[in-house]
């Protein structure tokens, strides 16, 4: 009984909703039909999926244990591509956050600069970037530092310049009136309320850059990855295995000092 | 030290008119009430006298010197000189008493030593004295989050002070606070002019409070001066000449409190604390004077 | 009251001062031992520098020919395609998914199976994910749909579950007190929790497969990057930079859409 009463006024209050999500359901599957036609997959070779990864996974078991002595250096090496990148992305963001936020832009045409520069990091992948600063250092971790530098600029620079966008200009405005300079203003008048939001987004950047850090030797860009694509190459499953554990240890580690860490800002 | 203001004129993009051309005199130690409907061009006018609002018209000297003639370093110098009180007290609130102070001294140290938080100790003694003046004593580690809205505002009034300013601007000093704050507010305002030998000018749209703490009133009308006086000189029919605009005390409109166009955030209402009736006169005339 | 000048030091966050100065000392000395595993030298960075404005200068304008322009079109549209497909079945795989990853629902060796599934594919990126999924598949953009589902079921499955854990109890009950089965009471007492953010999750995780599968060609897995990276081996530049800006452009469009269609939702 109530249960009818549940439905009906659930469907009076949402009829156009619903009527939305039909269609939105209906395109998507139309969308999916005429995408698997475009792609001409046929459905044999999608029967074989589930046997061939069933297959890999059941040649990775044991892990190789051993092998973790060898995949201890490239470890470092991507912790420290991820906290290099991330120091100079921060340092880079800060500017440009000032450049991409209308209230502190000097002018329209620096306020489309920053705007620009926060499209481009934030469109072109990590290993993208990766490719182009291979060919300019070669490779090495170099250029997986500068890689994840230039990914993370854009991620920080819009989320600060949206932070600044909502500061309280009033406080800006008092330490103005005391005859502050520029950069006095931003150290007393904009700093201390983007602070919080500054920490918070740096670790948390942090934490995805280490994730990123760890693909970027499948294009010689240093880090782990170089590890994991030479076992994948020798089909050394077990190898593999292992590099893939230590890389999960490593991601949730950072996962949590992250979480930690901007708890303890506020 | 006199602030001089000569046919002053803002007129914002939008097309409002809020001030059209105001001429001032402010000196000695004297306190001057400005006082006016909301939208009267009260609070674009202090904002005009150290540029936070860039005027459209008209000179601002301070002892002769042309505010509205300086570049920025020039401009900046200047500001050391005029300390500034707002409404919502403008406080760094993440930072504490103490640099919000020290806020006032940034003018004279370089970008480095603020940075550092490296003050010259006589500017921290002169802090900590003038904390203890406005009754702050021992809080200086205190953020101001922390603090009630009396409290923020003594460390708004700190700040201007320990600036040395030459001249204080005061921007509704009261209308966040409840009425019996607002007048150890303004007690306070009235006695450091009198001790520091500096000019006050402050908005208020209390009128009870202007007439009860300032020396002078000057009423803003529309952008104009439409009366300058004594409190004693303030009668109900200059009232009504501020807030109506010259209407005839009987033609009372229901709500001519309210000026033509909402341009100035900071007269966001003149009725607030029952101290201003609806038809913008004070309810309450105190029969003594001024102070 | 003043007979001498007092002194004031800002009151520091870390307790002691000693331990302000040891953690800044400790963050300085960790980023100079991360600068030098991942080998700055003024020099290679001055020479960077130098030829990273030759790249520039190669990129700039950007052309393809109309072989190469016809090429990017086909690729992009098998990227889409893959996005699309993607979504639709990770989307259909994270629902239960999620229901067995939510702790008020599931019992708890189940919880903690899904809940490992997940934390597994949040940690790996998605190019470690094509990598392995290729060698198991082979090339192509199955390669790619398989590594894309696998990344939306993390992603998917997380934030509902979490829904899920946060519904209301209370009506659910009330809905299973009236009688219904436990079908009936997932779809009355569950399911009409959860639609409305549901809607926008689906969005945006499509938003992040674009992305997604514009890169995973990179390692095999179809789509774009299969043409970006053949670019970049042969050093054409200016091709590189058409394909770069393809990929901005439908990235930014898929962004708009994305952000158009959530604000219309929510």
Known sequence: MSEVDVSTTWRRFDRRRRIGRFVGVLGALVVFLASWRYLDMGITNVETVP??????????????????????????????????????????????????????TPNAATYWLGKLIVTVSRSVNTIIWALIFVVVFGSGPLAGAVAIAFRSVGFLGKLLGEEIEEIDFGQVEAVRAAGASSVQVLLYGILPQVKPALVGLSVYRWDINVRDSTILGFVGAGGIG??????????????????????????LASEGISAYARRLVR | M??????????????????????????????????????AGKS?????????????????????????ALDDDGLREARRDIGMIFQEYNLVERLTVMENVLT???????????????????????????LETVGLDDMENKRVDE?????????????????????????????SLDPETSNTVMRLLTEIAAEREVPVLINIHEVDLAVEHADRIVGLHDGEVVFEGSADELGDDTLDRVYRGGDPPESRAPNASEGPADDDAADESVVRNGVVSADGRASERPTSGGS | MA???????????????????????????????????????????????????????????????????????????ESVAMAMISTVTGILISVPVAFMAAENLSPKPLYYLNRGFISLSRALNAIIVAILVVKAVGLGPLAGIITITFKTVGFFAKLLAEDLEDIDMGSVDAVRAAGASPVQTLLYGVVPQIIPRFAGLSVYRWDINIRTSTVVGIVGAGGIGSVLLTAFNRYSYQYVSAILVAIIAVVLVAEGVSAVVRRRYQ
Not at chain 1, 227 to 249: C, D, E, K, P, Y
Not at chain 2, 57 to 67: F, N, R, S, W, Y
Request: a neutral charge; glycine letters at 10%.
């Open chain 2, 147 to 175: 603090l009630s809205g009396g409290q923020r505002q003594r460390v708004g009034i700190a700040r201007a002070v320990v600036q040395q300013p030459k001249i204080l601007l005061v921007d509704e000093p009261t209308s």
């Open chain 1, 226 to 251: 170089v590890q994991l694509f030479r076992a994948v190459n020798a089909f050394a499953w077990q190898s593999v295995a292992m590099i893939l554990i230590v890389i999960l240890g490593v991601v």
């Open chain 1, 51 to 104: 046997r061939e990864i069933n297959d890999l996974l059941t040649r990775m078991y044991p892990p190789d244990v051993a092998y973790t002595v060898e995949i201890v250096e490239p470890l470092i090496e991507t912790l420290h591509i991820a906290a290099l990148g991330t120091a100079g992305a921060v340092v880079l963001a800060v500017p440009v956050a000032l450049l991409a936020a209308e209230n502190t």
């Open chain 2, 104 to 130: 006032g001294r940034l003018g004279y140290v370089s970008a480095w030593r603020a940075f550092r938080r490296s003050f010259p100790p006589e500017d921290i003694e002169r802090a900590y004295e003038i």
């Open chain 2, 44 to 68: 674009t006018f202090i904002r005009c006298v150290n540029r936070l609002t860039e005027p459209t018209g008209g000179t601002v000297e301070i002892d002769g010197t042309d505010l509205t």
């Open chain 2, 2 to 39: 006199t602030l001089d203001v000569t046919d002053l004129r803002k007129t914002y993009p939008t097309g409002d008119e809020a001030l059209n051309g105001v001429d001032l005199s402010v000196g000695g130690s004297e306190t001057t009430a400005m006082i006016g409907p909301s939208g």
């Open chain 3, 3 to 77: 007979a001498e000048q007092r002194t004031w030091r800002r009151p520091t966050a870390f307790g002691r001062r000693e331990f302000k100065w040891a953690a800044y000392v400790g963050l300085v000395a960790f980023f100079l031992w991360s600068a030098l595993g991942v080998g700055v030298d003024p020099a290679r960075i001055a020479q960077g520098i130098g030829r990273g404005l030759t790249l520039l200068g190669d990129f700039f304008p950007p052309e393809a020919t109309p072989r190469q322009a016809q090429r990017i079109v086909d690729k992009m549209v």
